[in-house]
Structure formats: C-alpha cells, structure tokens
C-alpha cells in the first residue's frame, strides 16, 4: 500500500495491516510458531529448524521484528528472539472484535 493512500484509514487499520503483512509469508508463521514452541532462541537455532539459508531466516526476523510480533535481546554476538506479547496481543483483541461483531451479524449469503 503506497504511503500516500495510508492517511485514508484509521491508526488500527494500518496497525493491523502492518502486522497482517508481517505474517504474510510461511516462512515466518513457522518462526512465530517455533518461538512459541521454544519461547526464546537465536538465529542459528531457527536456521537449524527450518530449510532456509541465515540470510533469508535474519530477513524475515527482521520484518516480524519491525512489525513489533518479536523482540530481540542482544547475548554477546548473537540476538535472542521471542514473541512479543504486545503485537500478539493486538492481533488477539482485533480478531476477538472482529469476530463478535461477525458472528453477531445476521448472515446475508
């Protein structure tokens, strides 16, 4: 979405749409899901568990990080990953909304 059309939607559009397209990838659904089966590791470790090269596993850190779905700790000369409990819990509180407002609407088709 280009920067200049952004300005037409609400804070929590472009939030969700933020943290939406960090996910947007298999890649990284299965880091999120490594991190929460592991609770915190490092790079190497991801590079270990999945079938990518350490370049493209740090790229896709990074856009999970700058979406703000993980954080890192610096450990010596390593980054130690988790899931970030406040981008989580955003997409929680959105899809629960979402969802009643859904579920509590007659169906039209």
Do not use: W
Request: hydrophobic content about 35%; charged content about 20%; aromatic content about 6%.
């Amino acid at each position: 979405m280009g920067v200049t059309k952004t300005e037409h939607f609400t804070d929590t559009q472009n939030e969700m749409a933020i943290l939406i397209k960090a996910l947007a990838h298999p890649a990284r659904i299965a880091i999120m899901e490594y991190l929460c089966e592991v609770n915190s590791c490092i790079c190497g470790e991801i590079v270990n568990e999945l079938p990518l090269s350490q370049p493209t596993i740090s790229q896709h850190l990074k856009e999970l990080k700058n979406a703000g779905l993980i954080k890192g700790t610096v450990e010596g000369t390593s980054i130690c990953y988790c899931i970030d409990e406040k981008g989580i819990a955003k997409l929680q509180t959105y899809f629960n909304q979402f969802a009643t407002q859904f579920l509590d609407k007659k169906q039209c088709c």
